[in-house]
């Protein structure tokens, strides 16, 4: 039998659903999302704000780090009285207080190749907020091997770039950015002004919900941002046959 919103989902998208992009069906498309989603902080802030506010099914946030005061200028999920708590609990808090129809799962845990199998079963979507490239090229090893959907956004300064990836449909992570042999973890806290993760984790929201109702994405494109001067590029990009997501 076909899912229809209740009444109370019918009020409390009611400005979304006026969108002739989304309506109704689009509302019950969003309501079924599944979202793993990889760290809490600059970029993960915005994107879980507005993709629990906009009615997906579940969000499960992994993020083993602790909220500091240092972090409050750009993560806006937080406040100064969480300072000290781990941001998994205090993210859960936050969006289930913003919004109790869609499930928080919150884990204070450290990712790697096999911590993050316990996190991909029936989701539809792996959205990268992590601030490392080694975690960047996990995510979207992981989305394809699982073919999984996958947003990945990176950022620095007034500076980011985000990409869509469809596995075994178009270019992946790897396609564009090649993989080094070794991370440099030695690299200190890099400069951002908090506008920059407000925006690129607010593209990732868009996106996920873009590619959940069919509309245009960034499916084989990266776009580039840039804050300083507002310049806005978006570069084609292709499947390479050489990369392991064509094997
Ligand atoms: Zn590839």
């Known amino acids: 039998m076909k899912k229809i919103l209740t009444e109370s989902q ?46 997906i099914k579940e969000l499960t946030i992994i993020d083993n780090d602790t909220l500091s005061i240092s972090n409050l200028q750009r993560q806006i999920l937080y406040n100064e009285a969480q300072v000290g708590e781990g941001k998994a609990h205090a993210a859960k808090e936050r969006l289930s207080n913003l919004n109790s129809e869609v499930e928080i799962k919150a884990y204070n845990d450290y990712l790697d190749e096999n911590s993050i199998k316990k996190y991909i079963k029936d989701k539809d979507f792996i ?15 992981v989305a394809i091997e699982y073919n999984i959907k996958a947003v990945i956004a ?5 500076f980011g770039q985000i990409i869509t990836i469809n596995p075994k449909k178009t270019a992946c992570y790897e396609c564009v950015f ?26 990732e929201a868009l996106e996920v919900i873009k590619t959940t109702l069919g509309l245009p994405n960034l499916e084989n494109k990266l776009l580039i941002v840039n804050l300083l001067d507002l310049l806005f590029n978006t570069i084609d990009i292709v499947k390479s046959e050489n990369c392991m997501c064509s094997k």
């Open 127 to 141: 959205v990268d907020c992590s601030d490392n490239f080694e975690t960047k090229f996990l995510v979207n090893k």
């Open 154 to 158: 990176g950022i620095k300064d007034f």
């Open 178 to 203: 090649n993989q080094p042999d070794t991370f440099d973890s030695s690299e200190g806290p890099l400069p951002v002004i908090g506008v920059t993760p407000g925006i690129l984790g607010t593209l």
């Open 10 to 55: 019918k009020k409390r998208y009611s400005r979304q659903i006026l969108s002739p992009s989304i309506g109704e069906v689009g509302q019950e498309k969003l309501s079924k999302v599944r979202v793993l989603q990889i760290g809490a902080g600059g970029l993960g802030s915005p994107f879980a704000l507005y993709i629990v506010a906009a009615g």
